[in-house]
C-alpha cells in the first residue's frame, strides 16, 4: 500500500504563491507516476500536473502551464506543487495521486481513473 498526505493549503490573495506538498510512504517504489489533481464543486477531478517517480517526465495542462510547477525532493519521499500567480477560478480542493502502471507520459496520466493511491486533499482559496 501506499499512502499519500497533502499539506500547504490555505488562502491566498489573487497573484500570490502557494507551494503544496504531497508525502509520499509506504511501498512508493511500487509507483512509477505521480500527479496533482484539483476538484471544483460538483465536478470531476482534473488532472493539472504529473511526474515520473524519481524525476524526469512531467506536464502540465494548459490552465496551469507556465504557473504551476511540479517536482520532487531527492530522497523522493514528497513531491511539491509550486503555484505561482494565483487567481480566483484556481480555488478547488487539491489532491496527489499516484500511479502504478509504467505506461507512459501521455494524456491518460490527467485522467482520474487511471490512478491506484488518493491523497485527503488540501483546500486552496484565492480571492480577488
Known amino acids: 500500500q501506499v499512502q499519500l498526505v497533502e499539506s500547504g493549503g490555505g488562502s491566498v490573495q489573487a497573484g500570490g504563491s502557494l507551494r503544496l506538498s504531497c508525502a509520499v510512504s509506504?511501498?512508493?517504489?511500487?509507483?512509477?507516476?505521480i500527479a496533482w489533481f484539483r476538484q471544483f464543486p460538483g465536478l470531476e477531478r482534473a488532472g493539472m500536473a504529473y511526474?515520473?517517480?524519481?524525476?524526469?517526465?512531467?506536464d502540465y495542462s494548459p490552465s496551469v502551464k507556465g504557473r504551476f510547477t511540479i517536482s520532487q525532493d531527492n530522497h523522493k519521499s514528497t513531491v511539491y506543487l509550486q503555484m505561482n500567480n494565483l487567481k480566483p477560478g484556481d480555488t478547488a480542493m487539491y489532491y496527489c495521486?499516484?500511479?502504478?502502471?509504467?505506461?507512459?507520459?501521455?494524456?491518460?496520466?490527467?485522467?482520474?481513473?487511471?490512478?491506484?493511491?488518493w491523497g485527503q486533499g488540501t483546500q486552496v482559496t484565492v480571492s480577488s
Open positions: 511526474i515520473a517517480n524519481g524525476g524526469g517526465s512531467t
Open positions: 509506504g511501498s512508493a517504489s511500487d509507483i512509477k507516476w
Open positions: 495521486a499516484a500511479r502504478r502502471s509504467s505506461t507512459g507520459p501521455g494524456w491518460w496520466l490527467f485522467q482520474p481513473n487511471n490512478y491506484d493511491f
